[in-house]
RNA sequence: CGGGGUGUUGUGUAACGGUAGCACGAACGCUUUGGGAGCGUUUAGUCUGGGUUCGAAUCCCAGCACCCCGACCA
């Protein structure tokens, strides 16, 4: 991508609205522009990280046997009305008018109409257990909005349903997916600092995980055992005064984000939908359900929360909107030659790069563009460079930066 | 939803009730090219609707929008 032609825009002055670090970056850095309170688009580089996580996620839940689909975001009223949800979370529903007298639900999640699907679908315990998710726009009408990409009211879901012919098989199956969360935040860059914590089930079930990352822009609190280290939040803290684990009664306090949840939902949907299956021994059983959610952006705000210093984004390379950030710095007709032709050479080898190719910049603005847009490897051309037939060679975060020789260059990924 | 705050060019900000200014950006020209470079010219703004006043960005009322604290949060 020539970033002379990019759809994008940085701003060297503080974003006025941003309470939070990675609401100001994203923003500066031209990855999100906001339209209203909690509704942000993706401009191309913020939507090339959204891909990439999109894709690890789908990796990820593809491996565990998940079907991907795509169900509506428009719901018919009375499905939510079946599960006395149309009251019960009524404050954050969007309820729409249609031309009618007909009111519609924009989905702020699908359990009201995976449950009825899946009636469809299965009939036996032979055809369980089964596994779909999908990723979509949820909208929830949140009373407050914030922190830019960590709380918004319009959000790209993944959402994932299991179907079970008993809670042996849903427990088992449970432990697969949190497995699965694990390396896909490992995946993500924030492996280390996110923990499965114990939450209770709210409107699901008794008990559930949320998986919070450490961060001190989070709103929520954990609190982590010091002894085995298992992380439970402060519902689960109120109940218990001591680890419901080891007993210790020694915690750590932590700010958190909430970056993916986990739930045994049991027949709380499959009861209304009559969603049943006929067992070995010829009787309908209510199949028994587990969901399963990751917001991607709030994953992306939370990752640049995790990643970033005083000058910008540190993307991981895994979900970097580039690989490879090649700034040119001057104008000179044979440097230009040189980094096009690297440009060239690299796109060949499959490798995404960002060819910084604007005339009549300063070097110190392009540094700090690069700086603050975050991209993993930066790879500098100038006079001083192509005299020594090289280019240089620097890592986003790191300080190092080695001079290499431009056939060499492809030896680096 | 309760409480509070703020709305000024694209962005960040200034202006006692009396000429709407500054920086960045953008455009053009020239000069520059290793950490947001220089000179010159130009561009573009008082959220909306009422009211008070000789005169309103400024005061008052209403609306709208955004933000903050709290509550809420599968």
């Not at 079930?205 to 989070?218: N, V």
């Not at 993916?260 to 969603?275: A, H, Q, V």
């Amino acid at each position: 991508m020539l970033q002379s032609k990019l759809f994008y825009k940085t701003n060297k002055n503080k974003s006025a609205n941003a309470d939070s670090v990675s609401h100001d970056l994203l923003i500066r850095a031209g990855y999100i522009d906001q339209l209203m309170a909690g509704v942000y688009t993706f401009l191309p580089l913020g939507f090339k990280v959204f891909k990439n996580v999109e894709h690890i996620i789908r990796d990820h839940m593809e491996q565990i046997g998940g079907q991907e689909l795509l169900m509506p975001v428009l719901h018919p009223k009375e499905n939510w009305v079946k599960t006395g949800r149309i009251e019960k979370e009524k404050e954050i529903l969007f309820v729409v008018k249609g031309n009618g007298e007909k009111e519609y639900v924009l989905g702020p999640t699908h359990e009201e109409i995976v449950s009825p699907l899946a009636r469809k679908i299965i009939f036996s315990y032979k055809d369980l257990p089964l596994y779909v998710f999908q990723i979509q726009e949820k909208f929830r009408d949140e009373l407050r909005p914030k922190s830019g990409l960590l709380r918004t009211r319009e959000f790209a879901m993944k959402d994932f349903y299991s179907f079970h012919a008993n809670q042996a098989d849903l427990d088992s199956y449970y432990a697969t997916v949190a497995k699965a969360y694990k390396n896909i935040f490992s995946e993500c860059g924030i492996g280390k600092i996110t923990y499965r914590t114990l939450a209770s089930g709210g409107s699901f079930s008794k008990y559930s995980d949320e998986f919070q990352m450490l961060t001190e822009a989070g709103e929520d609190t954990v609190f982590i055992c010091k002894k085995c280290k298992l992380a439970i939040n402060k519902e689960i803290k109120a109940e218990n005064p001591s680890c419901p684990e080891c007993k210790n009664s020694d915690f750590e306090e932590k700010k958190s984000i909430e970056v993916g949840n986990i739930f045994k939902m049991g027949t709380r949907y499959s009861l209304p939908f009559e969603l049943k299956f006929t067992d070995k021994d010829g009787h309908d059983k209510p199949v028994i359900m587990g969901c399963y959610g990751i917001g991607l952006g709030r994953l992306m705000g939370a990752v640049v929360e995790a990643s970033h210093d005083e000058k910008g984004i540190i993307w991981p390379k895994t979900i970097a909107p580039f690989s490879v950030h090649l700034l040119q710095l001057d104008g000179k007709p044979k440097i230009q030659a040189a980094a096009k032709k690297i440009y060239a050479q690299l796109q060949k080898e499959n490798i995404e790069v960002l060819y910084d190719d604007r005339q009549n910049k300063a070097a110190g603005e392009k540094f700090a563009d690069a700086d603050l847009l975050g991209i993993p490897y930066r790879i500098v051309v100038s006079e001083k460079t192509f005299a020594k037939n090289s280019v240089e060679f620097k890592e986003r975060g790191k300080a190092a930066i080695k001079l290499v020789k431009i056939n060499q260059l492809s030896k680096l990924f």
